[in-house]
């Protein structure tokens, strides 16, 4: 295998292990042997290039990242600093040592993408592996349902962690890359694949209990519908697509249903249909309602200073464990040490940092919309982007724990958004696989090198290979 290859597809497992790990809560270590993978390709690449000029190394950057990502970049390093300053403060730093764990492999597999995936065909790599990563996390959670006797978290639900939001949060986004791969690559009868994949996804999806990951599913197929329409799937196979795609889900959840019920009592029993009526009755929104209002009364509570700068990286956390709070105890019952939070990141940035970490949050969310919309993309890129964007940032605004950046799938949209979407050839495929080094180049061939009669005749019959003036 080529270099290149190898560092595209050290890349491409990690983000596969990235995604089933969100959907299973595990990966038994790979997700984390495919992190040293990668970092060891990115170290051995660095020391390659190890000694390139200020100057050359600019030109390196300036053709991968869009014009707007500085800004966010700015931005980023100073949010991630006034977070990082708040911890000398904060009362609990070691709540958040896992989210900064995991946004330091975040940051390896970024990297990955910006210096091994920039062009289309690393995007789609990276893609295909998301997409197959949802789809084989549906297929998996179908199991209990078909074979009743292994194990599950829940009897009559479908998903792989006890956490079945982020399952379905996968899922979701794992169909929606699996969509725009197929779309990108245009191969023929692409309307029933792409028919296949929701038909996969979306009843896991309905059937995991997700209040969010269902709600959201609209959004996300009506997205993916106009990045098909943009791409040249005609209205009448799109229809086609549509009416299969609601066939097969109708039939595949009435189906997964009976084979639920097959299974042997035991485990949690809540239902899917158990957590919809929820909905209904608004209880879901009397919840959130009333960690948003525990939230409000501690800010009114707030110093000016401590509105300024907050009360230190993690009190939206460790409030609710410091604070009686009837209210919430009635509705939730108890809850175990340090898994209650703001369930919003702007008021969990507002508890912990303050107006400052806030002010630096809406900025960046600016400078990234730029970065979307400030350059022509794909429509399969930006409906990937789109459906990133969107679901974390819903997920976050109702369900917060460690905010945007705690997000996997954040870091991946922030990625995909910074990189300018050009072609780049492959310079190893052209014998030069080194990008920043001019002064590896063979040096110009000197006139008493040359053949008897002068540099042979190149294209247009141009002695050195130019063709003639006005061809």
Known sequence: MANEDRRRWAAAVFWFWAALDLAAGASLGLWELSALWLGAEEALWFCREGGFSLGKSGRFLLERVHPAGWLFLFLAVLYLGAEAVSLLWSPAPALLMSKYLGMGAMGVGCLGIFLFCPDKDGRLLVMGALGTAGCLAALLAILPAVVPA???????RLTLRIDYNTFAQTVLLGGAAASCVLLARRRPGREWLLAGVWILCLPVVFLSASRRGVLLLGPVLAVVAWAAWREGLGGKKLALA?????????????????????????????????????????????????????????????????????????????????????????????????????????????????????????????????????????????????????????????????GLWGDRF?????????????????????????????????PPRRRADLPPGGPAPGPGGVAGGDPEPGV
């Open 242 to 402: 549509g009416g299969t795609i609601a066939a097969g889900s109708l039939w595949g959840i009435s189906l997964l249903r009976m084979g639920l019920e097959r299974r042997p009592a035991g485990g949690l029993e809540l239902s899917a249909g158990q957590r919809y009526a929820a909905m209904a009755d608004g209880s879901f929104v009397e919840k959130r309602l009333a960690i948003w209002g525990e939230a409000l009364e501690e800010l009114s509570r707030y110093s000016p200073l401590q509105w300024l700068a907050g009360k230190g990286a993690g009190w939206n956390i460790l409030l609710f464990d410091r604070r009686e709070m009837p209210r919430l105890q009635q509705l939730y019952g108890s809850w175990e040490e340090g898994t209650m939070s703001a369930h919003n990141f702007l008021l969990a940035d507002l508890l912990d940092g303050g107006l400052i970490r806030l002010l630096l949050e809406l900025l960046l969310l600016g400078a990234l919309a730029l970065c979307l919309w400030g350059v022509a993309r794909p429509s399969w890129e930006q409906a990937f982007l789109l459906c990133v964007l969107g679901v974390s940032g819903a997920s976050c605004l109702i369900s917060n724990r460690y």
């Open 150 to 156: 292994l194990p599950a978290p829940y009897r009559l």
């Open 410 to 442: 954040f870091w991946l949209a922030c990625t995909g958004c910074l990189l300018l979407p050009l072609p780049f050839q492959s310079k190893e495929a052209q014998g030069d696989e080194n990008p920043l080094h001019d002064d590896q180049r063979p």
